[in-house]
């Protein structure tokens, strides 16, 4: 149709609409457009820092039950995980990995300065204990996290809500302790006090935050090297010395007691565990007792789904515990879900609604065209070309609405970045590609469902 015949057509067919019909229509549209496709956004970038916030729900760490007070537990604290206890959870259908934890058998104390060790501030002094766990299972782990004897400082990974813990519950309560950044905790200076008396002290400095290892992880390297310098005997190598069928003194260790045998050969000395005060046996069968290495006391599991029935019933069933990473339900996922389906679904009944209206506004605009209609039809003009003419201006007044909507939908999502940057949250910047792939769907169906309009009203009259 050339461009003449196209503003001959539309001059001919300019009759005034409903205006109010119009309005409400354009009202609605625009509003259920930009409920719509926000909804659909901001699901993705919650879903997004969720994901990011919350620790894989496809890893859990095992321990087992601790029950009853200091008395019964005596000599029971070292009782971990046996080789056969670990291939049983290994050999689970659901299992992928079994990761062992292995810590430290020394007395540990840092010193952190968040405020730097010149000028103003002060140390925050703790007792901690250090974990190491196969790298595999780590899920910060950076390029530097190594150690060796010549290396200047130790890496350490900790937990993200140990930061959050810092900045919200110890940082408002001391004026020397800063809140801190990320980026800023990464730099403060750390020093390490290992065994009972400060035998040795290391530099340390954070290097990562782990959102699914409630622990604090060093390099495997160095935990041996310090277990090797400076472990303290566990329980497991304390033992009850009997002389005259009754106990001598407080438990001792191998050390101690074999200083013992090699004083006091007396064939009535005996040793029994500190778990078992009963089991006694000669102490000269000491020289050969083996030393056994200690038993790892947590696993980190890995299984392929996040939430597997029968895995959980076993381990219930052996008296193990997990950590709070395997949640039956996502309750927060689920709550993002449901606030999201209601704006969305909010958004789609105004969105139908207004292309009920802009149908039934353009259904009358062809109505109080039906003369000129009726006219250009018995000049000879098509069909086509009437109803190519509705259909422009229909599509002028939508492509406006829509356009608007789509960029007052950009204009929310840069100020949510802007929002959640200032909270140190990580959200792709602009509409992502589900939202306007949405957008397309959504305006296709407005325009078929009305361009089906516009061409029945103009064929009736014809």
């Known amino acids: 149709m050339s461009a003449p015949t196209e503003q001959l057509t539309s001059k001919a067919l300019g009759v005034r609409g409903p205006r109010r019909e119009l309005a409400i229509a354009v009202t609605g549209c625009f509003m259920g457009t930009v409920l719509l496709l926000a909804a659909v956004q901001f699901f993705l970038d919650a879903s997004t820092v969720i994901a990011e916030r919350e620790p894989p729900k496809n890893f859990f760490t095992v321990n087992k039950r601790v029950e009853g007070g200091a008395l019964a537990n005596l000599g029971k604290n070292d009782e971990g995980f046996s080789p056969e206890e670990i291939t049983a959870i290994e050999t689970r259908p659901e299992v992928q990995g079994v990761g062992v934890f292995k ?145 001598n003194g407080p438990p001792r260790t191998r050390e101690q007691l074999l200083t013992v045998l090699d004083a006091n050969s007396s064939p009535t000395a005996e040793f029994s565990p500190l778990k078992d005060p009963a089991a006694r046996r000669p102490l000269t069968a000491l020289r050969h007792e083996e030393k056994k290495p200690p038993s790892p006391s947590r696993l980190i599991v890995r299984v392929d789904e996040a939430n597997t029935e029968a895995l959980l019933s076993f381990l219930r069933e052996q008296g193990y515990e997990i950590n709070r990473e395997l949640p039956e339900h996502d309750l927060l996922n689920d709550a993002s879900k449901w606030a999201f389906s209601i704006v969305g679904g909010i958004g789609l009944l105004l969105s139908l609604l207004s292309v009920a209206t802009f149908s039934a506004s353009y259904r009358l605009v062809v109505t109080r065209a039906a003369t000129p209609v009726r006219d250009l039809l018995h000049l000879g003009f098509s069909r086509r070309i009437v109803t190519s003419a509705f259909i422009r201006r229909f599509l002028k007044l939508f492509g406006t609405v829509f356009g608007t909507s789509l960029l007052f939908t950009w204009l929310l999502k840069t100020a949510l970045h802007g929002q959640a940057k200032s909270y140190e949250l990580s959200i792709p910047t602009g509409l992502s590609f589900v939202t306007l792939f949405a957008a397309v769907l959504y305006a296709g169906a407005f325009v078929a469902v009305n361009v089906a309009v516009i061409r029945d009203a103009v064929r009736k009259l014809g």
């Open 103 to 247: 810590r430290n058998r020394f007395p540990v104390e840092i010193h952190i300065w968040p405020a730097g060790k010149v000028g103003l501030g002060e140390a925050a002094k703790a007792d901690v204990f250090f974990e190491t766990v196969p790298d595999e299972f780590i899920d910060a782990k950076p390029d530097n996290w190594g150690w060796d004897e010549n290396s200047t400082h130790v890496p350490l990974i900790i937990p993200k809500f140990y930061l959050d813990l810092w900045n919200f519950g110890f940082a408002p309560t001391r004026v020397e302790y800063p809140a801190l950044s990320s980026k800023a905790a990464l730099g403060i200076p750390i020093e390490i006090f290992l065994g009972k008396r400060r035998e040795a002290s290391q530099n340390g400095r954070f290097v990562a935050f782990s959102r699914r290892i409630n622990s604090i992880l060093v390099p495997e390297s160095f935990l041996e090297w310090a277990n090797a310098k400076y472990a303290q005997p566990d329980v497991t190598e304390y033992w009850f010395l009997w002389l005259e069928g009754a106990v």
